[in-house]
């Protein structure tokens, strides 16, 4: 789509006028002792016309329009204009920061912003990066604010637009020290992990030889992010249009599921689920084990005898059933499904405390599922649950957030193709034998299922796939992890 509107850098909406951008590229040549006013007018209808073609949308705001001037002005041969046009941009902002550091207005910067911790990108704020030097380090507000000026004086030095937390972490540190608080600096600091470190448990982990220990969820999503993704759809995820499932525990496939075979014998179901549960747990990052019914008519008998006990009896009196315990037990390694062919009076005095232990039915039963939402419990459907030996494996999992892109079919375009390039980058990762063949899914928000455009991505994203060499098949449900990444890009709150 052509761009018909610019967003400024206070973020208002603006025509969109590509004589402005001929006039820029024209100045340019000046300044690079050449005047071609033809020319510098081709070059701007090319502008446009790459701006349509990678998607940027109706509304583009003016740092891309930016660079779109830059890549068709090195594209077309006209290096030195290019370099004048640079050096004129980089001039502009520096002025502009300077002007905005030296009135030391209480607002948000422009142009600069923050890549957290979680993902996310966050404009510049002052009252959030000395409120942050308050909280983390036990300094004075005078010197917090002292902190801040220095670390802006750096910032205006270079022409960065974008900071990692991490890096701007160091710069407080440094300054810190400078001002003569090495001590709150040392003692308050950010933990560091040494990056060759972490390289080498990845590596020790690719040829079974270890783990990766000490390295937390946010470490292991930052790495994933940096080292393995492409820049596109590292944009994708931090915008929040893109979720990726294992960025936490990248060398373990997302979701492997498994309907237990039934026994005569209960006790030997236990054992073989205890048994599966620990082996699929070193391959898979979630286990979900369907228990065939004798596991739930044993406990409807022990119920029926008085045996067991609900949920708030043992927690006040204790019960000595053996079958509850184990089934607890096997909830701490693997999501629990009892099949239930109908009724079961457990739902009336639940004897489970463990929120991992939940029911599973042939088909939707609204009474059961009633119930089990007073509970808080999940529930599970379907007619391949009651089929001993039923296996699914997931090896990636990913979900896209398409609100507001209705109709905007460059925009799903590029939504596809990042989600086909982070689905490939997770299969590289997990490139070993007890995952081969695993399934890539994927799931879609903010489009009304059945309409053209949400055919269209479904569509984009299948022959993407195709052309990759995978196929990715589309699943309805979202887990809660995916749902509040991807509530993210308006700000809304994960219900």
Request: glycine share 8%; proline share 4%; with cysteine.
């Amino acid at each position: 789509m052509r761009p018909t509107a610019l967003i400024n850098r206070s973020g208002q909406v603006v025509p969109f006028d590509r004589n402005r951008v001929a006039e820029a590229i024209n100045r340019a040549q000046r300044a690079a002792g050449e005047d071609d006013p033809v020319l510098a007018d081709e070059l701007a209808n090319v502008v446009v016309e790459y701006l349509e073609r990678i998607g940027e949308g109706p509304s583009p705001d003016i740092e891309r329009v930016q660079d779109a001037v830059l890549y068709v002005l090195r594209e077309s041969g006209n290096y030195d204009v290019a370099l004048a046009y640079a050096r004129y941009r980089e001039a502009r902002e520096r002025s502009r920061r300077e002007r905005v550091f030296s009135s030391d207005e209480r607002r948000e910067r422009p142009n600069l912003s923050v890549n957290g911790r979680d993902g996310r990108s966050r404009p510049w704020s002052r009252e959030l990066l000395e409120r942050r030097v308050l909280r983390d380090f036990g300094v004075s507000e005078k010197v917090a604010r002292e902190v801040r000026q220095e670390v802006e004086a750096h910032l205006l030095q270079g022409d960065i637009t974008t900071i990692d937390s991490h890096l701007l972490l160091s710069l407080i540190e440094s300054c810190l020290v400078r001002l003569g608080l090495s001590r709150n600096a040392t003692e308050q600091g950010a933990l560091r992990f040494d990056r060759r470190i972490l390289e080498e448990h990845i590596d020790h982990c690719r040829s079974g030889l270890g783990l990766v220990l000490g390295c937390g969820r946010e470490m292991l999503q930052s790495w994933a992010l940096s080292q393995h993704l492409p820049v596109e759809v590292r944009r994708l995820s931090m915008n929040g249009r893109l979720w990726i499932d294992g960025l936490d525990d990248p060398l373990r496939g997302s979701h492997f599921t498994a309907a237990l075979d039934g026994h005569s014998q209960v006790w030997q179901v236990i054992a073989q689920a205890f048994a599966l549960a620990t082996s699929a747990s070193q391959d898979w990052k979630r286990v979900t084990l369907i228990l065939p019914p004798i596991v739930l008519g044993s406990l409807e008998q022990q119920h029926a005898r008085g045996e067991i006990s609900d949920e708030d009896a043992r927690r006040s009196e204790g019960s000595g059933d053996d079958l509850v315990k184990a089934l607890e037990t096997l909830a701490e390694i693997a999501e629990v499904y009892l099949y239930c062919d109908g009724r079961t009076p457990l739902l009336d005095s639940w004897p489970f405390t463990h929120r991992e232990i939940s029911l599973a039915t042939y088909a939707q039963d609204f009474l059961i599922l009633r119930r089990l939402q007073e509970l808080g419990l999940e529930h599970l459907s379907g007619p391949t649950l009651m089929k001993g030996g039923y296996r699914r494996r997931v090896g990636v999992a990913l979900a896209l957030n398409a609100q507001g892109l209705d109709e905007q079919f460059s925009q799903l375009d590029h939504l596809a193709m990042g989600l086909v390039a982070a689905a490939r980058s997770r299969l590289e990762l997990l490139a070993r034998p007890s995952l081969a063949g695993a399934d890539v899914r994927y799931a879609i928000y903010g489009l009304p299922p059945g309409s053209p455009s949400c055919e269209y991505l479904e569509r984009q994203i299948t022959q993407e796939g195709l052309r990759c060499g995978f196929a990715l098949s589309r699943t309805s449900s979202l887990p809660a992890e995916a749902c509040e990444h991807l509530s993210r890009l308006f700000g809304q709150q994960a219900d």
